[in-house]
């Protein structure tokens, strides 16, 4: 009800229609690129929110964040790469439908199914966020101390095949979030007598040295003369009646877990995407047709797409827990205006808040009627060459770090971390565990700390509260959980292997 009580004369202002209209154009060409996608995009714009209101350079990111999840799905259709992790399902049918001469209507399914899953998300995002807050208001400083611990444990073993590496990330991110001034000591750490550190790592450098520019390397290695082409004779998008009814569905459940998948930290788009289109081709009266072009396989992880995007930022507003790495960055945009996610944002920044429930609906419609205008042009963007591409993203890179503090040592600093992170991505680590980490290190150093302070040293701090033995219970349930499952997937290993072994004695 205090939700409904919100003026959205706040909310519709020129500054903020025009940040939303921004955040859009660029989600969806960064989204439709293949090798940059929402991640960068986001990265790309954060500098771009020091000049801005709060609520505007936040709803900037958030569009930009779900344009680029429908954006991704631009070039998986009409060429069958995807611009984003989270549209690799989309490929499947994408792909074969544009193939069959409908790469317009395909493209139309996949922004009308992106759209509803948005609204579905950003519902859930409003009827959800606050009952939660609510409820973790109960919470004290060991209750955060074990959230922030939850939240690595997700990136740490449930994202990524390697936990190994993934474990490994989560420790790479922790370092990198304790440089600095101790707050509690004074002393610096890891600071190598640059002043420059003693603030901490700039965000911003990290950010775009971490997704853009190691990415960009990524690009080069892979050569500067790569163009994407495809066919543009056939892109008129409209969708009858009875199609959309056929969809109606499919679109449903991809939302549903979708949003669902999204509320879960470090799960995100991408494995979501997987999960909807399995369910609804298990579902569907025409499974034969997967994989061949069906409208099921294309609205199903589309929507889930979108719909993740709106389960994230649950986590985040309530919890103050990121649920993916777009949310970690557009976390940064927060703690650079001075706000700090959590339950307690809901009532020092109730404004802002219920300005980003209704602005997260507002994007959703603006990537929709955007998406209908301006789809066709943007498929025109996928025959930029890397060489022309890599130099204009490379310039807005070093003028957003540069423009962050006005400082050359961050520039350097961001060169350093781009290089570090391409070859952490050639080694195949996680880069979603090491900013997740990066952005939860001091939320969980100062509760961990607070409650010792508090209790003078006792450990039995963390379990003095029904709330504190239930956060323990789900740490151990994960790590069991995960260890059960190696555990399963070796034995299973083990016995295809010895079938294998007998089989080839018999022959």
Not at 7 to 28: A, K, Q, R, S, Y
Not at 188 to 215: C, H, K, W, Y
Request: glycine share 12%; aromatic share 10%.
């Amino acid at each position: 009800m205090e939700t409904l009580g919100y003026d959205l004369l706040n909310l519709f202002t020129v500054t903020n229609m025009l940040c939303i209209l921004l955040g859009t154009l660029v989600g969806m060409v960064f989204g439709a690129l293949p090798g940059l996608g929402t991640v960068i995009a986001v990265a790309l714009l954060l500098p771009v929110t020091f000049t801005l209101p709060p609520l505007a350079g936040i709803l900037m990111l958030l569009a930009t964040y779900q344009a680029g999840e429908y954006g991704g799905s631009i070039s998986a259709i009409l060429l069958g790469v995807p611009g984003t992790p989270q549209a690799a399902a989309t490929v499947i049918d994408g792909h074969a439908m544009a193939m069959n001469d409908s790469p317009g209507k395909a493209l139309s399914y996949s922004l009308l199914s992106s759209s509803i899953g948005g609204l579905f998300g950003g519902m859930v995002l409003i009827f959800i966020s606050v009952p939660l807050a609510k409820f973790a208001l109960n919470f004290g400083s060991p209750e955060y101390f074990l959230l922030g611990i939850i939240g690595l444990m997700a990136v740490g073993l449930l994202s990524g095949t390697d936990k190994i590496k993934s474990l490994i990330s989560v420790v790479l991110g922790l370092m990198a979030g304790t440089v600095g001034v101790d707050t509690l000591t004074g002393v610096n750490r890891a600071t190598f007598n640059q002043p420059e550190l003693m603030d901490g790592v700039n965000l911003v450098a990290f950010l775009v040295g971490m997704f853009a520019i190691s990415e960009l390397f990524l690009m080069i290695s892979k050569g500067l003369n790569i163009r994407y082409v495809a066919d543009y004779s056939k892109l008129k998008t409209g969708l009858s009646f009875g199609e959309v009814k056929k969809i109606i569905k499919p679109t449903t459940v991809g939302s549903v877990i979708g949003a669902g998948t999204g509320i879960l930290p470090g799960i995100g788009g991408g494995a979501s995407c997987w999960f909807a289109y399995a369910a609804v081709s298990k579902m569907s009266k025409t499974p034969e047709a997967f994989g061949k072009g069906s409208p099921e396989g294309i609205v199903a992880p589309e929507s889930s797409n979108n719909a993740s995007a709106g389960g994230a930022l649950v986590p985040f507003l309530a919890l103050g827990i990121p649920g993916s790495a777009a949310i970690a960055i557009i976390m940064g945009a927060f703690i650079m205006h001075g706000i700090q996610p959590g339950p307690n944002v809901f009532t020092a920044e109730r404004d802002l808040v219920y300005g980003i429930f209704y602005g997260f609906i507002v994007t959703t419609m603006a990537m929709y009627l955007i998406g209908r205008l301006l789809t066709p042009v943007f498929a025109r963007v996928l025959v930029v060459p890397n060489s022309f591409l890599i130099s204009i993203v490379m310039v807005l890179c070093l003028i957003g770090i540069y423009a962050s503090k006005s400082a050359f040592f961050d520039l350097w600093l961001a060169l350093g971390i781009g290089v570090t992170f391409y070859f952490l991505k050639r080694l195949n680590y996680s880069v979603s565990s090491v900013i997740i980490a990066y952005v939860l290190a001091p939320i969980i150093e100062e509760n961990f700390r607070r409650s010792l302070t508090l209790s003078n040293g006792n450990y039995n701090v963390f379990f003095s509260s029904v709330y504190s033995i239930a956060l323990v219970l789900m740490i151990v349930g994960a790590i069991s959980a995960s260890i059960y499952g190696d555990y399963r997937r070796r034995k299973n290993r083990e016995v295809s292997e010895n079938v294998d072994e007998s089989v080839d004695a018999a022959r």
